[in-house]
Structure formats: structure tokens, C-alpha cells
T-cell receptor, first 114, second 115 residues
């Protein structure tokens, strides 16, 4: 069984400040991990993914995440927030074998203050 | 088309009516997934197709929900005798590979409101 916990349903930062969105996962098999972003009335857009190899992965729009197996975490960061980053962010996990359904966290709404 | 297309974008139905939601995946994508997203929640898995075969329907909440993909391309999610708790956004996603390391590409969803 797999599950995802996103700590903080709402995060608010100032424009130009560091963005940190937390994600912890539980998986009985080696996980694949994903971060998606959702803008209002739109579907989910992939930000980045971890499958194998380098544990620090870089994604679009300046975001990156680090897979830490010992901490079962996959936190999302961005050095400097931009107003356009305001959205809902979802962390998701799937199994490492075969085509697998995604198990999502509850989401974190990111607000950027001017 | 360039992305996953879902129709209609919005659907309002009266309780007890049947509805059908359509998904056009990205051309050539083998895998197709349906998810249900309640207001303020993360998406939850409903069902998965590999080509025309429905390999996993463990997330369908009741036998009122039925999905098909007869020719391995377009998929339809049907809900019979709708209930108010069926109100949600229904998301479709497709992936070109069979393995989970390939990302799923999502459509914009169908927002279903049951009155």
C-alpha cells in the first residue's frame, strides 16, 4: 500500500522568498515520486519526477526536489517565489513496476504575497 | 491533438440521471487513467486501461460507475443513477508507456454537479 502526506494545506510566502512544500510518502515497494501543479479550473501539470538515479531532481519553472529515502521525503523547493507560482501543488507516489496508478496527497495551496 | 481532451468541461445533472464523460488521450498513448477529485482534495484513482483492456477498476466507488475504452483510444466514464456525492471533477490522464516511470498527462477535467 502507498500513501502521501503533505504537511501544510496552505503555505504563504513573500515574492522572492524561498518556497518549501513538504511531502512524506509511505510505500512497500521502491517508489516513483512526482510533483504536479494545478491552476484553477485546469488539470494537473507535471513539475518534476524521481524514478531512479540522482536524488536531486530539477523541474520546470525553477523548482527542484530531493528524494531522501531515510526520511521517506520528497520536499519541493524553489529559491525565489514568483507571483505566477500561486497554485495548488500535489505530491504523488506510484509503484516502480508496470504502469501504476498515482496516489496523491491532499495538496498544498501556495499563496504569494507581493 | 496536442494534449488530453475531456468533454464536456462542465456537466450539470439532476439526481438520478445518467451521465457520460469522454476522454480523448494523446495519440499513441497506451495507458489511460480516470481519477475523481472532490472539492479541496487530491485526485483519487478510479480505473486504469492498457489499450482496450481494463486492468484495474478497484477505485470505482460503486457499480453505478462504468468505464470503457473499446478501441484502445477514446474512453468514456459513465455514471448511472447519479447521486449528490458524485459531484466532483473527473480527470483523465494518459501515458505512452506501460511503466510507472513515465509521467501521466492530464486533461482539464469535467466538473460534474449533481442537483
Amino acid at each position: 500500500a502507498q500513501s502521501v502526506t503533505q504537511l501544510g494545506s496552505h503555505v504563504s510566502v513573500s515574492e522572492g522568498a524561498l518556497v518549501l512544500l513538504r511531502c512524506n510518502y509511505s510505500s512497500s515497494v521502491p517508489p516513483y515520486l512526482f510533483w504536479y501543479v494545478q491552476y484553477p479550473n485546469q488539470g494537473l501539470q507535471l513539475l518534476l519526477k524521481y524514478t531512479t538515479g540522482a536524488t536531486l531532481v530539477k523541474g520546470i519553472n525553477g523548482f527542484e526536489a530531493e528524494f531522501k529515502k531515510s526520511e521517506t521525503s520528497f520536499h519541493l523547493t524553489k529559491p525565489s517565489a514568483h507571483m505566477s507560482d500561486a497554485a495548488e501543488y500535489f505530491c504523488a507516489v506510484s509503484g516502480a513496476q508496470g504502469a501504476q496508478k498515482l496516489v496523491f496527497g491532499q495538496g498544498t495551496r501556495l499563496t504569494i504575497n507581493p | 491533438g496536442a494534449g488530453v481532451s475531456q468533454s464536456p468541461r462542465y456537466k450539470v445533472a439532476k439526481r438520478g440521471q445518467d451521465v457520460a464523460l469522454r476522454c480523448d488521450p494523446i495519440s499513441g498513448h497506451v495507458s489511460l487513467f480516470w481519477y475523481q477529485q472532490a472539492l479541496g482534495q487530491g485526485p483519487e484513482f478510479l480505473t486504469y486501461f492498457q489499450n482496450e483492456a481494463q486492468l484495474d477498476k478497484s477505485g470505482l466507488p460503486s457499480d453505478r460507475f462504468f468505464a470503457e475504452r473499446p478501441e484502445g483510444s477514446v474512453s468514456t466514464l459513465k455514471i448511472q443513477r447519479t447521486q449528490q456525492e458524485d459531484s466532483a471533477v473527473y480527470l483523465c490522464a494518459s501515458s505512452y508507456a506501460l511503466r510507472g516511470n513515465q509521467p501521466q498527462h492530464f486533461g482539464d477535467g469535467t466538473r460534474l454537479s449533481i442537483l
